[in-house]
């Protein structure tokens, strides 16, 4: 069955770089179509997605955190890892990833239990 | 881009029937038939209940249905039941982008 696991630092501290990594089993980031994407959310508030990587490597990220954000996927590994640079106590939130079966439908049908960062002042 | 705009609440009681509205605009909801709207319980990750504006994924109950008209989509949830209680958020795909809305906190009275 497809299932997705996020990892990374419960707390970082204001401008530094968090690296979060997705876990995936039950699907191949290099068949034609797949995709993952990262969403997240703060604490109480709604999701925002935040960047996709494609099964042949095409990226899209968020218009208003583009300049902060890289995704990467390690194929052999089944890993997606996503990195923030310089981040700010706003960006505390619940961070998921979750699959899209077709890169044209843009819908998340499996979503990861989500983990949780803090950033420190 | 702007969420779009979900109520921030609604209510009903068991057996009841709910809609909520999703409004975006000309360059995502009312240009790509790619809404789709999640279930989310306290704590837990969403849940895919909407896909394609009216589509059902498979083991979702037919209770839920999905509907568009113009900017606007909207989830409606017939014969409400207590497990229905949780935030609903649509979701829009816009050029190079995917738009969430703010949620919506449904209650069963």
């Known amino acids: 069955q497809v299932t997705l696991r996020e990892s990374g630092p419960a707390l970082v501290k204001s401008t530094q770089t968090l690296t979060l990594t997705c876990t995936f089993s039950?699907?191949?980031?290099?068949?034609?179509?797949?995709?993952v994407s990262w969403i997240r959310q703060p604490p109480g508030k709604a999701l925002e997605w935040l960047a996709r990587i494609d099964w042949d490597d095409d990226k899209y990220y968020s218009t208003s955190l583009k300049t902060r954000l890289t995704i990467s996927k390690d194929t052999s590994k089944n890993q997606v890892v996503l990195i923030m640079t310089n981040v700010d106590p706003v960006d505390k939130a619940t961070y998921y990833c979750?699959?899209?079966?077709?890169?044209?439908?843009?819908?998340?049908?499996?979503w990861g239990q989500g983990t949780v960062v803090t950033v420190s002042s | 881009q702007s969420a779009l705009t979900q109520p921030a609440s609604v209510s009903g009681s068991p057996g009841q029937s709910i809609t909520i509205s999703c409004t975006g605009t000309s360059w995502d909801v009312g240009n790509y038939n790619l809404v789709s709207w999640y279930q989310q319980h306290p704590g837990k990750a969403p849940r895919l209940i909407i896909y394609?504006?009216?589509e059902r994924p498979s083991g979702v109950s037919n209770r839920f249905s999905g509907s568009k008209s113009g900017d606007t989509a909207s989830l409606t949830i017939s014969g409400l039941q207590a497990e229905d209680e949780a935030a609903y958020y649509c979701c829009s795909y816009t050029r190079y982008n995917t738009l969430f809305g703010g949620g919506t906190k449904l209650t069963v009275l």
């Open positions: 979750a699959r899209t079966s077709d890169h044209a439908k843009y819908y998340f049908d499996y």
């Open positions: 394609e504006v009216t």
């Open positions: 039950g699907f191949s980031l290099s068949t034609s179509g797949m995709c």
